[in-house]
């Protein structure tokens, strides 16, 4: 059965919302501002003085759909701008010591594997990476920009050709935005 479906979303205090007419919305707090583009045709959204108010005239399973999709990412745009979103990364080295550094815009790891050639990743703008040790931290605002710095760190410590019960070097993620992994 078709009806109208409406959800609301409460913007909470220190957090901006702007949405322009070709559907940008704009997410500014604290920690720093994200930006998406929401666009579908049968699915209207409106900011309000303190709630976000999305709205579907006759709506079937994939309005539905598309309206929890929309709700659960502007959720993350929230919190991403009152407290970043997180990933942890341990270094593991078992064979040989490898050095890991943040140069700039690169994530760079020295003598991986006894290679004499140095492993890099460019990292993406508005992503924090820090080095701490046996652990890397990567904090953002935008949870996708976060997540997939960390997944191309993990990405480019990936071994090919050996046996992984044997030759565990690498960086792993241990704990992603608001969950463990173990």
């Known amino acids: 059965m078709k ?3 409406v959800r609301e979303i409460v913007i909470g205090k220190g957090v901006n919302v702007e949405l322009s007419d070709d559907g940008k919305l704009k997410v500014k707090g604290a920690r720093g501002e994200v930006f998406r583009t929401f666009t579908n045709p049968k699915v209207s959204l409106k900011v309000q003085a303190d709630k976000m108010v999305l709205f579907s005239s006759k709506a079937t399973k994939r ?5 929890s999709t929309y709700v659960s ?5 929230v919190k991403g701008v009152v407290e970043n979103h997180l990933y942890r990364l341990k ?7 490898m050095s890991v ?12 594997m006894g290679e004499s050639v140095p492993r890099k990743v460019k990292l993406i703008s508005g992503v924090a990476v820090k080095v701490d040790g046996s652990e890397i931290i990567v904090s953002s605002a935008d949870k996708e920009a976060a997540g997939q710095t960390a997944a ?11 046996d992984r019960r044997i030759f565990q070097d690498g960086c ?4 992603k935005a608001g969950k463990a992994v173990i």
């Open 3 to 5: 009806e109208d479906l």
């Open 63 to 67: 309005e539905k759909r598309v309206i």
């Open 73 to 77: 990412h502007i959720k993350n745009m």
């Open 91 to 97: 270094i593991c080295s078992g064979h040989f010591p």
């Open 101 to 112: 550094s943040v140069s700039g815009e690169e994530l760079i790891i020295k003598n991986f």
């Open 152 to 162: 191309s760190i993990e990405q480019l410590c990936r071994i090919t050709n050996r």
């Open 172 to 175: 792993y993620i241990t704990f």
